[in-house]
C-alpha cells in the first residue's frame, strides 16, 4: 500500500449557495489497475473514509438524498471530452440542480466550463433530495431522443463527477457533531415506470436504520416497495409518496433475519444509510446490479477497530481474504428466486486487507466496512460499479420528460456476468470539508504485472 498525505487545503465551505473555487483538484494516474479510498480529517476530529471513484464512473444524472440536521456541500468536477475529436471548447456542461427539502423545490442551473471545480452549500434541517442534470452544449455530441433507457455514446463524451458531504451532524443524545461524504453513483433512468425486472437491494440487517430512498425522478407517483428478508414469509411493504420531501426510514420493524431485501418493480432507487453510534457516516446501499466479481482492498484506520461485512451471491462465498483462513459465509434465506444469499463478517484490526474471488466463476460480492471510535465513525463501500442493466428497462412508457440517450452495451441485472471490481486509471479529488486539515489517500495496486 501507497500512502500520500495533502495537508492544509482549505475549501469554504461555509459559503452557502453554489460557486466555483479554486483549482483544488488532486490528480491521480497510474498504468496499473489501482484501488483509492480517501481519509478525509479536519480540525474539529470529524473524519470519514470513501471510494473514490475513475472518471469512467462519472455520469450525466444524478439522485440521491441526504441526512439533517447538517450542512450539505456537493462537489462537481465537469470533465472534458475523452475523444479529442471533439473540440475542447465545446465541453460546457449545462449543469441543473434540483434541491427538495420540507416538501419545497428549488432548482439551480449553472454553466460549468469542462475541468473546473464547482461547490454548492446549503442547510438541511431534516433531509434533503438533490436531483443533478448534466448535458453538453455540443449539439454534435447529444441529442434528443425518445427512448426507454439511458445509455452512453460510442463517441466518449464529457461526463460529471460529484461528491456529496454533510458536517456538523448531529449524533443521538449528545452535543458531538460529525462528518461524512460518498461518491455517489449516477443514474441510468430519470423516470418510474413498470419494470421488465423488479430491482433488488440485499443488505446486511445493521444497514436497516435511518435509510434515505431516493426516485429517478421528484414527478414520480406513489409507490409500493417490498421489504423482503426471506422466500418463505410474506414481504413487508412500504408506501413511498415520492413526490414529498425526504425522510429518514427505519426498516428495522420490517426485517426478521440478518439480511434483507429492498424490491422494486417500478423504481431503480438511490439509497443512502446513515449510521453510527458515536459518530456518523454515510454510504449507499448498491443494488444487486452494482456488485462487483474482482478485488477488493479494505482499510481501517489507526487506532481503531472495524466490522467488515461481506454479502455475496452463490459464487461470490468463493471470494478470500488474504492472510486470513478460507472466510466461513453464512447461508441466510433466499431473498429471490434468482440467486441465493449468503453472509460474511469479521471484526478488523486496523490495517490493510485485500478480498479477491476467482473471477471465472462469475460470482458477486458486496463488501461494506464499519468503524465505530471514540467521537466518531466511518462507513464506506470498498468497490461498487455502475448500474448494469439491459434494455428493455421499462415494460411501457411513463409520461414523464423525454431523456437524453445515447446507445452502448450492457449487461444483465441478476444473472451473474463478468463485470470488473471498480479500479481507476485516472482520477480527480477535490477538497470536502470547511478548515480541511489533511486528506490521505491510500492506493491500493493489484497484482497483475510482472514481479
Given at each position: 500500500?501507497?500512502?500520500?498525505?495533502?495537508?492544509?487545503?482549505?475549501?469554504?465551505?461555509?459559503?452557502?449557495?453554489?460557486?466555483?473555487?479554486?483549482?483544488?483538484?488532486?490528480?491521480?494516474?497510474?498504468?496499473?489497475?489501482?484501488?483509492?479510498?480517501?481519509?478525509?480529517?479536519?480540525?474539529?476530529?470529524?473524519?470519514?473514509?470513501?471510494?473514490?471513484?475513475?472518471?469512467?464512473?462519472?455520469?450525466?444524472?444524478?439522485?440521491?438524498?441526504?441526512?439533517?440536521?447538517?450542512t450539505m456541500t456537493l462537489y462537481?468536477?465537469?470533465?472534458?471530452?475523452?475523444?479529442?475529436?471533439?473540440?475542447?471548447?465545446?465541453?460546457?456542461?449545462?449543469?441543473?440542480?434540483?434541491?427538495?427539502?420540507?416538501?419545497?423545490?428549488?432548482?439551480?442551473?449553472?454553466?460549468?466550463?469542462?475541468?473546473?471545480?464547482?461547490?454548492?452549500?446549503?442547510?438541511?434541517?431534516?433531509?434533503?433530495?438533490?436531483?443533478?442534470?448534466?448535458?453538453?452544449?455540443?449539439?454534435?455530441?447529444?441529442?434528443?431522443?425518445?427512448?426507454?433507457?439511458?445509455?452512453?455514446?460510442?463517441?466518449?463524451?464529457?461526463?460529471?463527477?460529484?461528491?456529496?458531504?454533510?458536517?456538523?451532524?448531529?449524533?443521538?443524545?449528545?452535543?458531538?457533531?460529525?462528518?461524512?461524504?460518498?461518491?455517489?453513483?449516477?443514474?441510468?433512468?430519470?423516470?418510474?415506470?413498470?419494470?421488465?425486472?423488479?430491482?433488488?437491494?440485499?443488505?446486511?440487517?445493521?444497514?436497516?436504520?435511518?435509510?434515505?430512498?431516493?426516485?429517478?425522478?421528484?414527478?414520480?407517483?406513489?409507490?409500493?416497495?417490498?421489504?423482503?428478508?426471506?422466500?418463505?414469509?410474506?414481504?413487508?411493504?412500504?408506501?413511498?409518496?415520492?413526490?414529498?420531501?425526504?425522510?429518514?426510514?427505519?426498516?428495522?420493524?420490517?426485517?426478521?433475519?440478518?439480511?434483507?431485501?429492498?424490491?422494486?418493480?417500478?423504481?431503480?432507487?438511490?439509497?443512502?444509510?446513515?449510521?453510527?453510534?458515536?459518530?456518523?457516516?454515510?454510504?449507499?446501499?448498491?443494488?444487486?446490479?452494482?456488485?462487483?466479481n474482482g478485488d477488493s482492498s479494505?482499510?481501517?484506520?489507526?487506532?481503531?477497530?472495524?466490522?467488515?461485512?461481506?454479502?455475496?451471491?452463490?459464487?461470490?462465498?468463493?471470494?478470500?481474504?488474504?492472510?486470513?483462513?478460507?472466510?466461513?459465509?453464512?447461508?441466510?434465506?433466499?431473498?429471490?428466486?434468482?440467486?441465493?444469499?449468503?453472509?460474511?463478517?469479521?471484526?478488523?484490526?486496523?490495517?490493510?486487507?485485500?478480498?479477491?474471488?476467482?473471477?471465472?466463476?462469475?460470482?458477486?460480492?458486496?463488501?461494506?466496512?464499519?468503524?465505530?471510535?471514540?467521537?466518531?465513525?466511518?462507513?464506506?463501500?470498498?468497490?461498487?460499479?455502475?448500474?448494469?442493466?439491459?434494455?428493455?428497462?421499462?415494460?411501457?412508457?411513463?409520461?414523464?420528460?423525454?431523456?437524453?440517450?445515447?446507445?452502448?452495451?450492457?449487461?444483465?441485472?441478476?444473472?451473474?456476468?463478468?463485470?470488473?471490481?471498480?479500479?481507476?486509471?485516472?482520477?480527480?479529488?477535490?477538497?470536502?470539508?470547511?478548515?480541511?486539515?489533511?486528506?490521505?489517500?491510500?492506493?491500493?495496486?493489484?497484482?497483475?504485472?510482472?514481479?
Amino acid at each position: 500500500m501507497l500512502q500520500y498525505n495533502f495537508h492544509d487545503l482549505i475549501s469554504d465551505d461555509t459559503v452557502e449557495g453554489l460557486h466555483m473555487l479554486q483549482d483544488y483538484r488532486i490528480h491521480v494516474t497510474s498504468s496499473e489497475k489501482i484501488s483509492i479510498i480517501a481519509y478525509v480529517f479536519d480540525t474539529k476530529s470529524a473524519v470519514d473514509y470513501f471510494l473514490v471513484h475513475p472518471v469512467g464512473m462519472g455520469g450525466d444524472y444524478y439522485a440521491f438524498s441526504l441526512p439533517g440536521r447538517s450542512t450539505m456541500t456537493l462537489y462537481f468536477l465537469p470533465l472534458g471530452a475523452t475523444n479529442e475529436t471533439i473540440s475542447q471548447s465545446h465541453c460546457v456542461h449545462n449543469v441543473s440542480i434540483t434541491v427538495r427539502q420540507n416538501n419545497k423545490s428549488e432548482t439551480i442551473k449553472q454553466n460549468m466550463k469542462a475541468d473546473s471545480l464547482w461547490q454548492y452549500t446549503a442547510p438541511v434541517e431534516q433531509a434533503v433530495s438533490v436531483w443533478i442534470r448534466d448535458q453538453l452544449n455540443n449539439l454534435n455530441v447529444t441529442k434528443r431522443v425518445r427512448s426507454k433507457v439511458r445509455t452512453t455514446s460510442k463517441v466518449e463524451i464529457a461526463r460529471l463527477i460529484v461528491i456529496a458531504s454533510v458536517r456538523n451532524i448531529s449524533i443521538s443524545r449528545s452535543e458531538i457533531t460529525d462528518f461524512g461524504c460518498f461518491m455517489p453513483t449516477p443514474m441510468i433512468v430519470d423516470r418510474c415506470a413498470k419494470l421488465t425486472n423488479p430491482v433488488y437491494y440485499p443488505a446486511s440487517k445493521d444497514f436497516a436504520n435511518n435509510v434515505l430512498l431516493t426516485p429517478p425522478s421528484p414527478l414520480c407517483p406513489q409507490d409500493i416497495i417490498d421489504i423482503r428478508s426471506t422466500m418463505t414469509e410474506e414481504s413487508k411493504s412500504l408506501s413511498v409518496k415520492w413526490d414529498k420531501g425526504a425522510e429518514q426510514i427505519n426498516l428495522e420493524d420490517k426485517i426478521s433475519k440478518k439480511t434483507f431485501a429492498i424490491i422494486s418493480g417500478t423504481t431503480i432507487m438511490n439509497i443512502v444509510h446513515r449510521g453510527g453510534n458515536n459518530g456518523s457516516f454515510i454510504h449507499e446501499i448498491p443494488a444487486y446490479s452494482q456488485w462487483v466479481n474482482g478485488d477488493s482492498s479494505i482499510v481501517v484506520p489507526k487506532g481503531s477497530e472495524a466490522i467488515l461485512y461481506v454479502l455475496a451471491d452463490d459464487y461470490g462465498r468463493e471470494a478470500t481474504m488474504e492472510g486470513f483462513e478460507y472466510p466461513y459465509f453464512e447461508t441466510v434465506d433466499d431473498v429471490s428466486p434468482d440467486f441465493s444469499l449468503f453472509l460474511y463478517s469479521r471484526k478488523l484490526d486496523a490495517g490493510v486487507y485485500r478480498i479477491g474471488i476467482d473471477q471465472e466463476l462469475g460470482g458477486r460480492y458486496i463488501a461494506i466496512l464499519i468503524s465505530e471510535m471514540n467521537r466518531h465513525a466511518i462507513g464506506y463501500v470498498a468497490a461498487i460499479n455502475l448500474h448494469r442493466i439491459p434494455p428493455p428497462i421499462f415494460l411501457k412508457y411513463s409520461t414523464t420528460a423525454d431523456l437524453i440517450t445515447t446507445e452502448s452495451a450492457t449487461t444483465s441485472l441478476m444473472v451473474s456476468t463478468m463485470t470488473t471490481v471498480t479500479t481507476t486509471q485516472g482520477v480527480s479529488l477535490s477538497v470536502l470539508s470547511n478548515n480541511l486539515f489533511a486528506i490521505c489517500i491510500c492506493f491500493m495496486v493489484y497484482g497483475e504485472s510482472e514481479q
